[in-house]
Protein backbone atom coordinates (compact mmCIF):
# COMPACT_ATOMS: atom_id res chain seq x y z
CA UNK A 1 0.00 0.00 0.00
CA UNK A 2 2.73 2.53 0.80
CA UNK A 3 4.71 1.94 -2.35
CA UNK A 4 1.38 2.65 -4.27
CA UNK A 5 1.00 6.08 -2.00
CA UNK A 6 4.31 6.58 -3.19
CA UNK A 7 3.80 5.82 -7.05
CA UNK A 8 0.14 8.39 -6.80
CA UNK A 9 2.21 11.04 -5.21
CA UNK A 10 4.70 11.10 -7.89
CA UNK A 11 2.67 10.98 -10.60
CA UNK A 12 0.77 13.69 -9.57
CA UNK A 13 4.19 15.76 -8.55
CA UNK A 14 4.74 15.20 -12.41
CA UNK A 15 1.31 16.13 -13.61
CA UNK A 16 1.73 19.22 -12.04
CA UNK A 17 4.97 20.21 -12.63
CA UNK A 18 4.22 20.25 -16.46
CA UNK A 19 1.08 22.58 -15.94
CA UNK A 20 1.79 26.58 -16.12
CA UNK A 21 1.61 27.98 -12.89
CA UNK A 22 -1.64 29.73 -11.93
CA UNK A 23 -0.12 33.67 -11.29
CA UNK A 24 -2.86 34.91 -13.95
CA UNK A 25 -5.92 35.94 -12.13
CA UNK A 26 -9.09 33.94 -12.65
CA UNK A 27 -11.14 36.97 -13.76
CA UNK A 28 -8.28 38.36 -15.75
CA UNK A 29 -9.86 38.91 -19.45
CA UNK A 30 -7.99 40.13 -23.11
CA UNK A 31 -10.44 41.63 -25.75
CA UNK A 32 -9.98 40.76 -29.08
CA UNK A 33 -11.21 42.12 -32.31
CA UNK A 34 -11.77 39.59 -34.17
CA UNK A 35 -12.48 34.95 -33.85
CA UNK A 36 -9.53 34.64 -35.64
CA UNK A 37 -7.27 36.30 -33.08
CA UNK A 38 -9.31 34.90 -30.13
CA UNK A 39 -7.85 31.72 -31.31
CA UNK A 40 -4.02 33.10 -31.77
CA UNK A 41 -4.58 33.97 -28.09
CA UNK A 42 -5.84 30.42 -26.97
CA UNK A 43 -2.94 29.23 -28.68
CA UNK A 44 -0.38 31.17 -26.73
CA UNK A 45 -2.05 31.56 -23.26
CA UNK A 46 -3.79 28.27 -22.95
CA UNK A 47 -6.97 28.31 -20.34
CA UNK A 48 -4.88 30.89 -18.71
CA UNK A 49 -7.22 34.23 -19.56
CA UNK A 50 -10.69 33.93 -20.49
CA UNK A 51 -10.87 36.13 -23.88
CA UNK A 52 -13.48 38.69 -25.11
CA UNK A 53 -14.41 38.65 -28.96
CA UNK A 54 -15.57 42.05 -29.97
CA UNK A 55 -17.11 41.10 -33.99
CA UNK A 56 -19.16 38.58 -33.34
CA UNK A 57 -19.51 35.83 -35.97
CA UNK A 58 -21.13 36.31 -39.32
CA UNK A 59 -20.42 40.27 -39.62
CA UNK A 60 -18.26 41.88 -41.10
CA UNK A 61 -15.53 43.81 -39.12
CA UNK A 62 -15.13 46.47 -41.46
CA UNK A 63 -18.66 47.92 -41.10
CA UNK A 64 -18.76 46.74 -37.40
CA UNK A 65 -19.55 49.10 -35.00
CA UNK A 66 -19.32 47.63 -31.24
CA UNK A 67 -22.02 48.34 -28.66
CA UNK A 68 -21.60 50.82 -25.88
CA UNK A 69 -21.44 47.59 -23.21
CA UNK A 70 -18.57 46.00 -25.58
CA UNK A 71 -16.61 48.73 -24.87
CA UNK A 72 -16.68 48.80 -21.39
CA UNK A 73 -16.02 45.19 -21.35
CA UNK A 74 -13.22 45.91 -23.52
CA UNK A 75 -11.64 48.55 -20.90
CA UNK A 76 -11.94 46.26 -18.23
CA UNK A 77 -9.21 44.05 -19.96
CA UNK A 78 -5.67 43.58 -19.73
CA UNK A 79 -4.82 44.19 -22.91
CA UNK A 80 -7.00 44.89 -26.09
CA UNK A 81 -5.71 43.39 -29.45
CA UNK A 82 -6.46 44.85 -32.60
CA UNK A 83 -5.30 44.21 -36.01
CA UNK A 84 -4.37 47.63 -36.77
CA UNK A 85 -6.53 48.58 -39.62
CA UNK A 86 -10.16 47.76 -38.85
CA UNK A 87 -12.10 50.90 -38.63
CA UNK A 88 -14.04 50.09 -35.42
CA UNK A 89 -10.72 49.89 -33.82
CA UNK A 90 -9.71 53.35 -34.72
CA UNK A 91 -13.01 54.64 -33.25
CA UNK A 92 -12.86 52.23 -29.88
CA UNK A 93 -9.04 53.81 -29.20
CA UNK A 94 -10.35 57.15 -29.52
CA UNK A 95 -13.31 56.37 -27.32
CA UNK A 96 -11.01 55.16 -24.42
CA UNK A 97 -8.28 56.99 -25.25
CA UNK A 98 -8.71 59.52 -21.77
CA UNK A 99 -8.33 55.87 -19.81
CA UNK A 100 -4.63 55.33 -19.19
CA UNK A 101 -5.56 52.09 -17.67
CA UNK A 102 -6.23 50.65 -21.38
CA UNK A 103 -3.93 48.78 -23.18
CA UNK A 104 -3.58 48.22 -26.86
CA UNK A 105 -2.01 45.77 -28.51
CA UNK A 106 -1.28 46.55 -32.80
CA UNK A 107 -0.40 43.25 -33.85
CA UNK A 108 0.08 44.30 -36.92
CA UNK A 109 3.62 46.29 -36.12
CA UNK A 110 6.54 43.85 -37.89
CA UNK A 111 3.58 42.83 -40.72
CA UNK A 112 4.92 43.68 -44.28
CA UNK A 113 1.81 45.35 -45.29
CA UNK A 114 -0.02 45.60 -48.68
CA UNK A 115 -1.93 49.07 -49.55
CA UNK A 116 -5.25 48.52 -49.91
CA UNK A 117 -5.80 50.72 -53.47
CA UNK A 118 -4.02 51.73 -56.11
CA UNK A 119 -4.75 54.54 -58.19
CA UNK A 120 -2.26 55.22 -61.05
CA UNK A 121 -2.59 58.91 -62.65
CA UNK A 122 0.07 58.15 -65.49
CA UNK A 123 2.93 60.21 -63.77
CA UNK A 124 2.23 59.37 -60.01
CA UNK A 125 0.43 57.03 -58.20
CA UNK A 126 -2.26 57.48 -55.01
CA UNK A 127 -1.71 54.72 -52.13
CA UNK A 128 -5.64 54.41 -50.18
CA UNK A 129 -5.05 53.23 -46.62
CA UNK A 130 -4.15 49.40 -46.23
CA UNK A 131 -5.55 46.10 -46.75
CA UNK A 132 -6.40 44.64 -43.29
CA UNK A 133 -6.47 41.41 -43.37
CA UNK A 134 -3.15 40.85 -41.89
CA UNK A 135 -4.71 37.73 -40.79
CA UNK A 136 -5.13 35.32 -43.34
CA UNK A 137 -1.42 34.67 -44.01
CA UNK A 138 0.60 31.69 -43.08
CA UNK A 139 3.56 33.68 -42.91
CA UNK A 140 2.52 37.78 -41.86
CA UNK A 141 0.58 35.49 -38.83
CA UNK A 142 4.51 35.30 -37.31
CA UNK A 143 5.14 38.64 -36.59
CA UNK A 144 1.48 39.19 -34.97
CA UNK A 145 2.28 35.65 -33.04
CA UNK A 146 5.61 37.44 -31.49
CA UNK A 147 3.91 40.30 -30.29
CA UNK A 148 0.55 38.34 -28.57
CA UNK A 149 3.18 36.39 -26.58
CA UNK A 150 5.51 39.21 -25.77
CA UNK A 151 2.37 40.76 -24.55
CA UNK A 152 0.89 38.02 -22.79
CA UNK A 153 4.47 37.42 -21.64
CA UNK A 154 4.62 41.05 -19.45
CA UNK A 155 1.04 40.19 -18.05
CA UNK A 156 2.01 36.94 -16.82
CA UNK A 157 5.96 36.47 -16.29
CA UNK A 158 6.06 34.27 -13.93
CA UNK A 159 4.63 31.68 -16.88
CA UNK A 160 6.44 33.01 -19.74
CA UNK A 161 8.17 29.69 -20.51
CA UNK A 162 4.92 28.22 -20.93
CA UNK A 163 3.75 30.79 -23.41
CA UNK A 164 7.04 30.24 -25.39
CA UNK A 165 6.92 26.91 -25.52
CA UNK A 166 3.18 27.38 -26.69
CA UNK A 167 3.93 29.83 -29.54
CA UNK A 168 7.44 27.61 -30.60
CA UNK A 169 4.45 24.29 -31.01
CA UNK A 170 2.29 26.72 -32.68
CA UNK A 171 4.41 28.28 -35.00
CA UNK A 172 5.91 24.49 -36.06
CA UNK A 173 2.51 23.82 -37.30
CA UNK A 174 2.05 26.86 -39.02
CA UNK A 175 5.24 26.23 -41.07
CA UNK A 176 4.40 22.79 -41.76
CA UNK A 177 0.92 23.35 -43.52
CA UNK A 178 3.00 26.71 -45.46
CA UNK A 179 5.54 24.12 -46.91
CA UNK A 180 2.62 22.14 -48.09
CA UNK A 181 0.30 24.63 -49.72
CA UNK A 182 4.17 26.24 -51.01
CA UNK A 183 4.45 23.16 -53.18
CA UNK A 184 1.18 22.59 -54.06
CA UNK A 185 0.93 25.57 -55.27
CA UNK A 186 3.83 26.13 -56.88
CA UNK A 187 2.59 22.77 -58.87
CA UNK A 188 -0.99 24.04 -59.87
CA UNK A 189 -1.91 25.00 -63.29
CA UNK A 190 -3.50 28.17 -63.07
CA UNK A 191 -2.26 31.24 -61.22
CA UNK A 192 -5.60 33.43 -60.76
CA UNK A 193 -8.93 32.86 -59.14
CA UNK A 194 -12.24 35.17 -59.08
CA UNK A 195 -13.28 36.32 -55.21
CA UNK A 196 -16.26 38.62 -54.58
CA UNK A 197 -14.46 40.80 -51.82
CA UNK A 198 -10.60 40.77 -51.94
CA UNK A 199 -9.55 39.68 -48.94
CA UNK A 200 -6.76 37.22 -49.58
CA UNK A 201 -4.10 39.85 -50.77
CA UNK A 202 -1.57 38.42 -47.91
CA UNK A 203 -2.32 34.82 -48.96
CA UNK A 204 -1.77 35.54 -52.53
CA UNK A 205 1.46 37.18 -52.10
CA UNK A 206 2.56 34.17 -50.26
CA UNK A 207 2.13 31.68 -53.37
CA UNK A 208 2.23 33.87 -56.36
CA UNK A 209 -1.86 33.70 -56.82
CA UNK A 210 -3.61 36.68 -58.53
CA UNK A 211 -7.24 37.53 -57.09
CA UNK A 212 -9.56 39.10 -59.38
CA UNK A 213 -12.51 41.05 -57.46
CA UNK A 214 -15.67 41.04 -58.77
CA UNK A 215 -16.83 44.14 -55.68
CA UNK A 216 -15.21 47.47 -57.32
CA UNK A 217 -13.42 49.77 -54.46
CA UNK A 218 -15.23 48.15 -51.77
CA UNK A 219 -18.88 48.76 -53.65
CA UNK A 220 -21.39 46.72 -54.98
CA UNK A 221 -20.11 46.20 -58.93
CA UNK A 222 -21.40 47.88 -61.77
CA UNK A 223 -22.49 45.91 -64.67
CA UNK A 224 -20.01 47.33 -66.78
CA UNK A 225 -17.02 46.22 -64.33
CA UNK A 226 -18.70 42.91 -64.07
CA UNK A 227 -18.99 42.41 -68.01
CA UNK A 228 -14.84 43.09 -67.03
CA UNK A 229 -14.65 40.53 -64.80
CA UNK A 230 -16.20 38.05 -66.77
CA UNK A 231 -13.93 38.85 -69.97
CA UNK A 232 -11.18 38.90 -67.62
CA UNK A 233 -11.90 35.45 -65.93
CA UNK A 234 -13.03 33.90 -69.75
CA UNK A 235 -9.44 34.93 -71.13
CA UNK A 236 -8.26 33.34 -67.97
CA UNK A 237 -10.01 30.21 -68.01
CA UNK A 238 -11.42 30.84 -65.16
CA UNK A 239 -15.09 29.73 -64.27
CA UNK A 240 -15.71 29.79 -59.98
CA UNK A 241 -16.60 33.23 -57.65
CA UNK A 242 -15.38 32.88 -53.98
CA UNK A 243 -17.44 34.51 -51.70
CA UNK A 244 -17.69 35.33 -47.78
CA UNK A 245 -20.87 34.33 -45.91
CA UNK A 246 -20.75 38.07 -44.99
CA UNK A 247 -21.58 39.40 -48.20
CA UNK A 248 -24.74 39.01 -50.61
CA UNK A 249 -24.64 36.99 -53.20
CA UNK A 250 -26.81 38.19 -56.34
CA UNK A 251 -23.59 39.38 -58.10
CA UNK A 252 -21.66 36.96 -57.59
CA UNK A 253 -23.92 34.29 -58.87
CA UNK A 254 -24.54 36.06 -61.85
CA UNK A 255 -21.10 36.24 -62.72
CA UNK A 256 -20.62 32.47 -61.40
CA UNK A 257 -23.38 31.39 -63.96
CA UNK A 258 -21.99 33.66 -67.04
CA UNK A 259 -18.69 31.49 -66.37
CA UNK A 260 -20.78 27.69 -66.21
CA UNK A 261 -19.14 27.52 -62.62
CA UNK A 262 -20.11 27.83 -58.84
CA UNK A 263 -19.69 30.49 -56.32
CA UNK A 264 -18.03 28.65 -53.27
CA UNK A 265 -17.69 29.78 -49.79
CA UNK A 266 -15.09 30.70 -47.85
CA UNK A 267 -15.19 31.95 -43.88
CA UNK A 268 -11.76 34.23 -43.36
CA UNK A 269 -13.42 35.02 -39.66
CA UNK A 270 -13.42 31.35 -38.77
CA UNK A 271 -12.40 30.51 -35.41
CA UNK A 272 -10.09 27.64 -35.85
CA UNK A 273 -7.87 29.94 -38.11
CA UNK A 274 -5.45 26.98 -38.98
CA UNK A 275 -8.09 24.08 -39.98
CA UNK A 276 -9.69 26.91 -41.94
CA UNK A 277 -6.47 28.10 -43.72
CA UNK A 278 -5.63 24.46 -44.57
CA UNK A 279 -9.38 24.49 -46.03
CA UNK A 280 -9.77 27.92 -47.86
CA UNK A 281 -6.29 26.38 -49.73
CA UNK A 282 -8.03 23.41 -50.69
CA UNK A 283 -10.97 25.26 -52.29
CA UNK A 284 -8.37 27.48 -54.27
CA UNK A 285 -6.44 24.82 -55.23
CA UNK A 286 -9.52 22.44 -56.23
CA UNK A 287 -10.28 25.55 -58.47
CA UNK A 288 -7.22 26.00 -59.87
CA UNK A 289 -6.51 22.55 -60.38
CA UNK A 290 -9.41 20.14 -59.63
CA UNK A 291 -7.28 17.13 -58.65
CA UNK A 292 -4.85 19.10 -56.23
CA UNK A 293 -5.14 18.03 -52.41
CA UNK A 294 -3.38 18.94 -49.33
Not at 200 to 212: E, K
Request: hydrophobic share 40%.
Amino acid sequence: MRSQFILIVLSILIISSCAPRESAGEEDTLTVSILPQKYFVEQIAGENFKVNVLVPSGSSPETYEPAPRQIRDAANSKAIFITGHLLFEQTMIRNLRTSDDVRFVDTSEGVDLIADNFVDHGDHVHIHGVDPHIWLSLREIKPQLKNITETVVSIDPENEEFYRENHRKFLSRIEDLDKKLSEKFRNSGKRAFLIYHPALSYFSRDYGLIQISVEAAGKSPSAAHMKEVIDIAREKGLKDVFIQQEFERSNAKTVANELGGNVIELDPLAENWLENMKSMGEKILEALNSDTQL
